[in-house]
């Protein structure tokens, strides 16, 4: 599990620990990262990743394989600004891609043999609804999650026949440090939701558990949103 540090990576280790898996966790924020490890136990290991990193990703799952037979990964690390199309440069382009898209094809692609030998086993993507639809200013971090949805599409055909699932899913606005703290608790502020609330980290991590786990067996290569209804359609005008 990427980006297990904090938010939904850190609400996603939580709830697979409680479901009684072995986590290895994996982020670039030690501190935090230790420190949720050591909360949880024996049932769960931090590491440091890079996940921009080939080698990284190499000697994290070689660390997972070690406990035992590899069956999930989720897909979690990203980064996200946001900016209008004129300001954004190269360099900031190739480094949300590096962390959000190059991360999770080298996730899938690292995962693939150890978790086929191992009786295949499900991969979740994290997309965004920002991979589903234009928003302003999210060119870069948009543009991520949709080759994220795509890339999802490909490794879900690829990799059924070696009995793997894969499927991308796909939050809208939730309380994590992705959401400006101000609007935490506010939910006066999303009146354009259906459901008139942001998310929390634990309803996503619902789920996530719910992708990897037997319950969704026959259940690959699809998108999964959980924003509250926003991508429903046009909200009506109070």
Known sequence: MTGAARGQGEAEARKFVAEGA????GDVLDEQGLALAGELGEQAVYLHHDVSSADDWARVVAAAVQQGPLRALVNNAAVNWAAPIAEETP????????VNYLGTFLGIQTV?????EAGGGSIVN??????TQGIPHLSAYGSTKWA???LTKVAAIELGPRGIRV????????ETAMLPSEW???PELFGHVPLRRAGVSAEVADLACYLVSDASSYQTGHEYIVDGGITAGIPPQD
């Open 22 to 25: 072995f986590v290895v966790m």
């Open 91 to 98: 360099e900031s382009l190739r480094r949300i891609w590096e």
């Open 112 to 116: 693939a043999d150890p978790m086929a």
């Open 126 to 131: 994290v997309s965004s609804i920002a991979g």
């Open 148 to 150: 994220v949805r795509g």
């Open 167 to 174: 499927n991308s899913l796909h939050p809208g606005a939730i």
């Open 184 to 186: 935490h608790g506010r």
